[in-house]
């Protein structure tokens, strides 16, 4: 095991952080609703048991599974967590090719077999995702893939590859493109509230008014 799970209270919810092991150290997420106990996973990147442990504490299940885009370091757990709870994938429609070169990019850049999700279900646009007690917002954030969305609850957001604390994600593989990306930041930054909490797809969280700090500086590079 690489690491233990964080886990955070915020407001009704509980955040849990499973970080995948080297070399990606990507970070899935496990929200839980407090009041419904209702849970979702965000980017099962990997190592499906870790997750599901996380999931199934106390005899609880996952309701769905959200991707903020389709890298293989990012939905190699989602096949195995499928098994586990029966639960659909959602991710964005401009994702659809990236999602379904998931078997060449994992053995391209990762030497593993990945296989594709078993239920994934595309949207479109920005919609919200009603559940029994909250809603999720979606924010469409092109730029480090052409269908990457981030993901809003009430007082924190999850970035995916998008926004790193200090950092933003690569532009140069296919469907990259810097101008986009940068564009998609500063949208994001802009509708966010100062306080809101961001959790990316790989290092620590940070918040929106520390972002916009080191965005107000770093935007003045070429991310492409």
């Known amino acids: 095991m690489f690491s233990t799970n964080d886990s955070e209270i915020l407001g009704e919810f509980s955040v849990t952080t499973v970080i995948n092991t080297p070399p990606w150290y990507e970070n899935c997420y496990v929200i839980r609703h407090r009041p419904t106990g209702r849970q979702l996973v965000i980017d099962p990147g990997g190592e499906a048991d870790r997750i599901a442990a996380v999931v199934g504490a106390d005899g609880g299940t996952a309701s769905e599974i959200l991707l903020t885009h389709g890298h293989p370091d990012h939905l190699g757990g989602v096949y195995d967590l499928q098994a ?28 593993q077999r990945i296989p594709a999700p078993r239920r994934l279900e595309y949207f479109t646009g920005e919609p919200a995702l009603v559940y029994d007690g909250f809603d999720v ?31 933003v994600g690569r532009t140069d593989l296919p469907g990259g493109h810097g101008p986009t ?31 916009r ?11 492409a």
């Open 181 to 211: 990306l940068t564009a998609s930041i500063a949208r994001l930054l802009e509708s966010l509230t100062p306080s809101a909490r961001l959790y990316s797809g790989h290092g620590p969280a940070w918040t929106v008014a520390e972002a």
């Open 213 to 223: 700090t080191w965005w107000s500086q770093a935007a003045a590079y070429d991310f």
């Open 84 to 111: 586990k709870f029966d639960v659909p994938c959602r991710a964005h429609q401009e994702e659809r090719p990236i999602i379904g070169s998931v078997a060449s990019w994992a053995g391209a850049l990762m030497r």
């Open 137 to 167: 917002g979606v924010l469409f954030t092109p730029g480090h893939t052409p269908g990457g969305v981030c993901y809003v609850f009430d007082g924190f957001v999850f970035t995916g590859d998008t926004l790193f604390n200090r950092g």
